[in-house]
């Protein structure tokens, strides 16, 4: 499987949500070989779309001339996209909605129905690309958090998508924490296998891998330093 990783925490390798996510493909690639690209999005010159929408009228060339051509290339080859990401003010931080925003060029102005909903048409075939949300997130909560972006990832990836969210992700980057962690990516690198050789994964183990890790009281206490 060709797999592009798009990282958009500004942190790059050493972004908390990273560590869910190699977890994650060492899991996939347990179960075989794997071509990963990982992009570090805060990387990449990537201006705003302008609105001005000729990328749909125009056989899909955007006005700039900038990084964004390489990553929808990228796109285009790839089977997976996996969008890595924090939890920023309960949606994906500004850099990776800027990429997601430009990607506008793959769709026409053309609009379908979709069920109760409209949606545009590609300009080309995307039904072999499977989409994967990892997002981690600074609170302790799952509920009440994480839906603005997981609402935002199913309406723009209807179909062949998975949804990772894991809270209190802070604790992968804190090593006194591994006697949580390291079980936690143990199950994530499994769900990876699992992954890979199914297209799915246990509900039951993916409401583990999204529960928090320690009792919320008990971390928001560490994290407020009265522990
Ligand atoms: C600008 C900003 C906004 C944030 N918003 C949220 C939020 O809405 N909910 C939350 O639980 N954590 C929030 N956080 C915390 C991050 O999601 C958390 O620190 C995460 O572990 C960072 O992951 P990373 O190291 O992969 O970038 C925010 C952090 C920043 C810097």
């Known amino acids: 499987m060709k797999i592009l990783v798009l990282n958009g925490s500004p942190k790059r390798e050493k ?30 010159r990537i201006e705003y779309c302008s609105g001005c929408f000729s990328c749909m009228r125009n056989g899909g ?16 080859k790839s089977d997976i996209l996996l969008f890595n990401f924090p939890l920023y ?4 931080p500004a850099q990776l909605k ?3 925003d430009r990607t506008l060029p793959l769709s026409s102005m053309a609009m379908r129905k979709a069920g109760d909903r409209y949606e545009h048409v590609e300009q080309a075939d995307f039904s072999r690309l499977r989409y994967v949300m990892i ?3 600074g609170f302790p909560n799952a ?12 309406l723009c990836f209807p179909s062949n998508r998975l949804i990772i969210t894991v ?19 143990a199950s994530v690198r499994t769900a990876g296998r699992q992954y890979a050789e199914t297209g ?15 009792p919320e009281e008990t971390y928001a206490a560490i994290v407020n330093g009265g522990v």
């Open 135 to 137: 997002c981690g997130c």
């Open 167 to 185: 809270p209190e992700s802070p604790m992968f980057n804190a090593p006194e924490a591994a006697a949580v962690t390291a079980p936690r990516l």
């Open 89 to 92: 003010c309960y949606g994906m």
């Open 15 to 44: 972004s908390d949500t990273m560590h869910i996510t190699r977890a994650f493909l060492d899991g996939m690639k347990d179960a075989g070989r794997q071509d990963i690209n990982v992009i570090h999005v805060a990387d990449k």
């Open 98 to 100: 800027a990429l997601l």
């Open 143 to 154: 509920k009440r958090n994480f839906e603005p972006a997981v609402a935002q990832f199913e």
């Open 61 to 76: 060339t955007c006005i700039y001339d900038d990084d964004m051509r390489d990553v929808l290339e990228e796109i285009l």
């Open 200 to 214: 799915t994964i246990d509900c039951d183990l993916l409401a583990e891998i999204g529960s928090p890790m320690i």
